[in-house]
């Protein structure tokens, strides 16, 4: 599928035989060269000129579905990498990018004018021939696969890619069918924005996201948006005055710095109410500065400044300059208690303290380490060079991304864990011997050990976290020090599959369980062969199964072992072909019984044991989404937890009684119960508008009764039904973004249990 259908007709070309109007931010020839030249005085213009005119030639009067001439799109995606500061060839090859694919021109046309390496980039940008597959999940899958592939070799690829499915969703609106935008959306929402993420392209991922956000979730993307712009009228001048006194502060102290305010998007807030289970009015960062200094040493310094004059929150503190994210985002977060707001409360105000150089990279991700060589590169060298510092590696996503497509996974569970990969809030956790581990929040021991290398997992048996020997479902803090416990004969319990939070660890554990139960196969096929040719007193040889594999219809002996072992190929079949004539004594459904009940497979099976009794806890309500737990009660019943469930930890039952779930996958109108605790604003129709947005999240209200009321508050206990995790998270973040909505919570389930 091309981008062009995967985005929709807003960007398919059209012929048009008049001339079209010149769309609003069309630039001129002259001004994308200053634009490049303006960072690189150096830069090719003649290159850039050239591209400039082919591109607007090749594409004629093709016109978009806005009514703009086509060549508005690849000039657009072009000025959009000029923000980044790209080298000249990637500016080039996002004016050609479309050419090969919407015109008559080649691969070869690019490669004669503009170069080999040009042409290569072009070739990995064109857009893709649309696959004829089972689902649209799966021609999804198979172009996620062919674009990791792609950008492997050269992350420019991946650069032009996002600038153009950037420029791409700023035009969504002119897509008529609501079904194709949100669909586009979704897609942009899972893969590209965090693809952006992942390389340190944050302005990217930040709109991209936003615009997903307001196709997907319209009316909550509205909430937020007018609670900011309220916000901003009654604030502005507390908040200007804020940054007033941060300055005077810092230079008192000798600190040069810059300090701005932070823009804060709509997507942004919600993902953090949702996660963090806060109200609007809760969050620490919707006042937001950055202060930017000279060099790493002042940054503590500011920060001693500031924690020196404002009382800090300590569960609000990051240190991404000691520990920098796996993308080499690097920065101080702190967030304190301001001064009082024109209504009296105390502002929560977050503040990230970085260099300028940090800052350069916080904005330009990978593409502020570009340098830009001279004219004596060598033949069949890139003219960008990245540059890695410490432990950083732009590479590192795309090439973990591209060893699960290579590994032989099927496209579609490929797709899955390349998401599990993309969306990682992170923490970091160290060997025995310093070397730090980034892992996504969550993470377990399990993760850590395939995080060190796929050895350390396929041989891991246990941990030790900060000395002490632990479950491997247990989730890692920040800091952990952890020890992997391991065997050269380590099994694979097939519920560790649950158990792990990175995709990577997910598709080694599934790798390693089909090998094995290859391995399996092959073993019990060739114990039956073995048993059937004795019983028939005949010579069991592998020269003889080769001998006849053409008669079989195999490629290999080990083909026809695995066809035995999993009841494909008749074993009478096998004596047949390998002594014709030959006859079984013996019934051959005896021996396999027989075999079977002596060959004892590696694979545990994941679950609860048929029978006992199921209970859901009641103090923490598990849904389906979540990960979850077992534990054998006294009575024979098995009662359900989630991983995280603070009764749980208390009671801290034996580590035998543990059984590890997992949720099957469940029936899309299947539906589960949880309750919220919702505290509002005592007033007329609050009532009203509270089960208004609980409604417009498609859940129900099965019973509500009022607690705790007062002159001022309310407090609203309600039964709803729900179909996962995520969508009472949903739920609950909208009815947080209500200015009539102190707070919303889920708490115990009460007094009903499912059985």
Known sequence: ??????????NIPQQSAAPSRQPVGFIRQVELVDRVKAYDPDADEDLLNKAYVYAMKAHGGQTRASGDPYF??????????????????????????DVVEDTDATVEDISKLFGDEIARLVDGVTKLSQIELKSEASKQ????????????????????????????????????????RQRIARETMDIYAPLAGRIGVQRFRE??????????????????????????????????ELANVLREKLAAAGIKAQVMSREKRPYSIWRKMTQKNVSFDELADIYAFRVLVDKPEDCYAALGVIHSNWRMIPTEFDDYISAPKPNNYRSIHTAVIGPPSPDGRRQRIEIQIRTYEMHETAERGVAAHWQYKDASVGAGESTVEIVTRGQYDPYETPRRL?????????????????????????????????????????????????????????SCIGAKINGVQRPLRTPLNNGDVVEILRSDHAPVPAEWESIAVM??????????????????????????AESVFNGAHLEFSIKGVREALKRLGKNSVEDVLIAIGKGELPVAELVEAVYPGASIEESESEIRAASLQAFRPRLAIAGLTAGAPVKMARCCTPLPGERIVGIRQNDGSIKVHTIYCETLAEEDPPQERWIDLKWRDRDEAATAFARIT????????????????????????????I???????????????????????????????????????RTGAGDHDEV
Not at 224 to 231: N, P, Q, T, V
Not at 687 to 694: M, R, T
Not at 715 to 739: N, T, W, Y
């Open 1 to 10: 599928m091309t981008d062009h259908q995967a985005a929709g007709d807003a």
């Open 72 to 97: 508005s799109h690849p000039l657009s995606v072009a000025a959009i990498l000029t923000s980044l500061r790209a080298d000249p060839a990637t500016v080039a090859t996002a004016l050609l990018h």
């Open 141 to 180: 899958a198979e172009n996620f696969r062919k674009l990791v592939m792609a950008m492997a070799d050269d992350v420019r690829v991946l650069l032009v890619k996002l600038a153009d499915r950037l420029h791409n969703m700023r035009t969504l609106h002119y897509i008529q069918k609501t079904e194709k």
């Open 207 to 240: 709109e991209l996201e936003d615009i997903s956000f307001r196709e997907l979730s319209p009316d909550a993307h509205a909430t937020i948006a007018s609670r900011l712009e309220d916000l901003q009228k009654n604030t502005l001048s507390s908040v200007l």
């Open 402 to 458: 591209v060893e699960m497509f290579q590994s032989g996974e099927d496209p579609d569970e490929a797709l899955q864990y390349a998401k599990l990969e993309l969306f990682q809030d992170q923490v970091f956790c160290f060997t025995p011997k310093g070397r730090v581990i980034a892992l996504p929040k969550g993470a377990t021991p399990l993760d850590f050990a395939y995080g060190v290398h796929t050895d350390v997992g396929d």
């Open 503 to 528: 995709g990577k660890t997910r598709s080694a554990i599934r790798r390693r369980i089909k090998k094995m139960e290859h391995e399996d196969h092959v073993a019990l096929g060739r114990s039956i």
């Open 678 to 705: 919702a505290t509002v604003l005592n007033g007329v129709g609050v009532l009203s508008e509270v089960a208004g947005i609980i409604a417009r999240y498609g859940v129900s209200i099965a019973n509500i009764r």
């Open 707 to 745: 607690q705790n009321r007062s002159r001022e508050f309310v407090d609203f206990i309600m039964d709803v039904e729900v179909k996962d995790a995520r969508h009472i998270a949903q739920m609950l973040a909208g009815l947080r973004a209500s200015p009539h909505v102190i707070n919303a919570e």
